[in-house]
């Protein structure tokens, strides 16, 4: 069954539409790599500074797609020879200008086939991909909801995860990340959410965009798209609160927390809610944010206070965010990425647990912080001196500044290295029976690799 007809599209795109040797008439899937194309799928030939996929065209259409959107400007490029696929197979070809700009306009006239549907967009520096996965918890539990998988939040996998809208979904939940200027209200254009959701202002990408300022302006553009129903949800705690909130064309709630809360440590939080407990099992007060985000999103759709907490008891942690892996030692695993503040609420978070037997922090390196990035390691060293660890493990070269400082302070016995077999080497050694260890690093150290040895038989 196609989701779009193809002439549809290209009218809607203004794009050229060739057609050669009788075929479907429109497409049921959208997929921008020829290795995950599936019978009667849209391939999507982008662009990029290592591939062109007008190369793929044709392994595309041999692996069962129906459509491919290219440039018009790459007709003649293809490895696709037109006459031989006339007599051979059937197909059509979507000539636009720009490929990219062609997929995230086709998302938005995609989109436009669901009026009904509410449109909710999460962006932040951190805690998008946990907030969104609470509120589908939480939303789900009375509506049918679709999301983004997993963190398929950029300029191609915001567009890629709407086409996974039908007609019988009543809520959309969509993270939107960015990696450069005017990434946002890029693909704001194509969810135009009634409802938005900004997380905090932090320093992830902080060496892309040069300043905090200069990322609170960024992530607003979420906002961009209002037309003056729309709601804005922000952050009553965050320090750029009123520059977000300045100039929203819509209504502007700041949320936080209003229910009463008892940490319990390494096992989440106890929150009361409507009058009633809710186990809420992630630790960290930056979890603690992330759950009242997306209790904020939740209220605003609304669905019933039964419902959130339903969805707060459920709520479990993803891959690399405050997991927590028990067995001859305690394993934190927070290292599916990192910025200044969320490596503060990770040592946070572990200086304040009870009975925690040894404390050893595994520390990698906070990448794309840019010119930033000296300063920052450099307070995490301060940061780290003051903390209860017993031993500090760091990886990667970045993290040089904090080593020369945890060195000179002498408090804290500290190892460092850059590579990962000598680190699990030095870990393995170390440990005994009670221990609890914190990885913690951004996305490219990849410290998960530590688990089967601080885990044998571990995830």
């Not at 999103?297 to 707060?312: C, D, F, T, Y």
């Not at 405050?322 to 695993?333: A, D, M, W």
């Amino acid at each position: 069954m196609s989701i779009m007809e193809c002439a549809d599209l290209a009218k809607a795109l203004g794009g050229i539409l060739i057609s050669f040797r009788q075929g479907p008439a429109g497409f049921s899937s959208v997929s921008i790599d020829s290795r995950t194309v599936t019978p009667g799928a849209l391939f999507v030939a982008l662009i990029g500074a290592a591939q062109d996929g007008h190369q793929y065209v044709k392994a595309a259409f041999e692996k069962g797609a129906v459509a491919a959107l290219i440039a018009r400007s790459r007709l003649e490029d293809t490895d696709l020879n037109l006459e031989e696929a006339a007599q051979k197979r059937s197909g059509i070809l979507l000539a636009v200008e720009n490929t990219l700009k062609g997929l995230q306009d086709a998302a938005a006239y995609y989109l436009e086939r669901f009026p009904r549907l509410l449109k909710i967009g999460i962006t932040g520096s951190s805690g998008k991909t946990t907030v969104k996965e609470i509120a589908g918890a939480m939303i789900s539990r009375e509506k049918a909801v679709v999301m983004n998988p997993g963190n398929l939040n950029s300029e191609t996998g915001l567009p890629l995860s709407v086409f996974t809208a039908r007609p019988f979904h009543e809520v959309g939940i969509f993270e939107l990340g960015m990696n450069r200027h005017g990434e946002i209200e890029e693909i704001t254009k194509v969810l135009k959410p009634h409802i938005a959701l900004i997380t905090n202002i932090g320093s992830a990408h902080i060496g892309f965009f040069g300043s905090n300022y200069a990322i609170a302006e960024e992530k607003k553009a979420i906002f961009s798209q209002f037309t003056g129903t729309e709601l804005a949800l922000i952050p009553g705690d965050d320090p750029y609160r009123d520059i977000l909130a300045r100039g929203i064309r819509g209504r502007t709630v700041f949320y936080d927390s209003q229910a009463e809360v008892q940490d319990r440590g390494i096992e989440g939080f106890e929150i009361v809610w409507d009058g009633l407990p809710a186990r809420f099992k992630l630790p960290g007060k930056h979890n603690l944010h992330n759950a009242f985000a997306a209790a904020a999103i939740a209220a605003a759709v609304p669905v019933r206070p039964q419902s959130i907490r339903e969805g707060l008891e459920s709520a479990s942690a993803l891959f690399g965010r405050s997991e927590v892996l028990q067995g001859p030692v305690t394993v934190i695993r927070d290292c599916y990425n990192a910025n200044p503040e969320s490596m503060q609420a990770a040592i946070e978070l572990c200086d304040a647990l009870e009975n925690a037997g040894r404390r050893i922090y595994v520390i990698g390196a906070m990448l794309e912080l840019g010119a930033e990035s000296r300063n920052a390691h450099e307070t995490l060293g301060r940061r780290l001196t003051a903390s209860k660890a017993d031993l500090i493990c760091l990886y990667g070269d970045e993290t040089l500044p904090a080593e020369k400082i945890l060195r000179a302070e002498g408090r804290i016995s500290c190892f460092h290295t850059n590579n990962i077999e000598a680190l699990a080497s030095y870990l393995s050694d170390y440990l005994q029976t009670g221990d609890t260890v914190l990885l913690k690093g951004s996305r490219g150290c990849a410290l998960e690799r530590l688990t089967g040895v601080l885990l044998p038989g571990g995830r």
